[in-house]
């Protein structure tokens, strides 16, 4: 969506205009990783770079920011698992309070079939941040591979009611696999 772009142009901007500002850079970096229409003209492996490079401006600038583990731990689920699950340890070591890291390492704990780590971790990025969409989606499909289909309809409503509009489709699959 445009606005998504915008806030690419607006980061970039803020960079230029502030290159030792740390935090923007990881903003930028992480930008460059979720914006899928710009991962579609780019490529994803351009943007990565891109992501890479953000994340060693910022550590060089401040090593004590938790985004730059989780934009290194997001890149290297494409390659290397146990990579991304120390970025992700690291990211949440040095920020605890902030919800991504643990959003992103549960989606991976997810994917390698470690639903308890998955649930734990995806039930603490929602505690930090009870009115993100995408862990509401993501932790619903964390407890529907467990058989929780009432949380799973539950979390997948609240989530689309929120602005992810997929919870609606994965509620309605929670059902089906109850049988209702």
Same mark, same amino acid.
């Given at each position: 969506?445009?606005? &998504? ?26 930008? @460059? ?7 579609? &003209? ?41 990579? *991304? ?5 690291? *990211? ?9 890291? @643990? ?10 079939? @470690? ?27 964390? &407890? ?8 799973? &309809? ?27």
């Amino acid at each position: 969506n445009e606005n &998504v772009d915008a806030g690419n142009w607006l980061l970039i901007d803020v960079v230029t205009a502030e290159p030792r500002f740390a935090r923007a850079h990881v903003l930028l970096g992480e930008a @460059y990783l979720l914006n899928s229409k710009l991962r579609d &003209v780019m490529g994803r492996a351009f943007t990565d770079k891109l992501a890479n490079l953000h994340a060693s401006l910022a550590r060089d600038l401040d090593p004590s920011l938790g985004g730059i583990d989780m934009i290194l731990g997001n890149i290297a689920q494409g390659s290397d698992y146990l990579a *991304a699950l120390r970025h992700f340890d690291r *990211a949440i070591e040095l920020e605890p309070m902030e919800p991504r890291p @643990y959003h992103w390492r549960g989606l991976l704990y997810n994917v390698l079939g @470690y639903g308890d780590l998955c649930r734990k971790d995806l039930d603490r990025a929602l505690e930090l941040d009870p009115q993100n969409p995408n862990v509401h989606f993501a932790l619903a499909s964390c &407890v529907l591979v467990a058989g929780d289909w009432d949380r799973a &309809v539950e979390l997948a409503t609240h989530g689309a009611t929120l602005g992810n509009p997929g919870g609606y489709t994965l509620a309605i699959q929670a059902r089906r696999q109850q049988g209702k």
